[in-house]
């Protein structure tokens, strides 16, 4: 079973890299983009062993503990269809 995770700054956290990003579109001619967060995508094969209410509690283990910083960061777990 295949899982995504993603991993963003939290609303209230600057995220200055999405600015530069933002930035850059803007000046390559794109005045249309007006904000853009910047994250991480996490792609995780699980053991088809474990239902999928199963996986999901483990990767959400696993996000909150090793693939974010959750004093600044927020993640989200979604089953891979």
Request: aromatic share 4%; no cysteine; glycine share 4%.
């Amino acid at each position: 079973m295949r899982i995504h995770v993603y991993v963003t700054p939290k609303k209230t956290v600057l995220d200055p890299q999405g600015q530069t990003i933002r930035r850059a579109l803007n000046s390559m001619g794109h005045p249309e983009i007006e904000n853009v967060r910047q994250g991480k995508f996490f792609e995780v094969e699980v053991s088809d062993k474990l239902s999928p209410e199963q996986a999901t509690e483990v990767l959400k283990k696993i996000s909150e503990e090793v693939l974010s910083n959750p004093v600044i960061e927020e993640y989200r777990v979604e089953i891979a269809r």
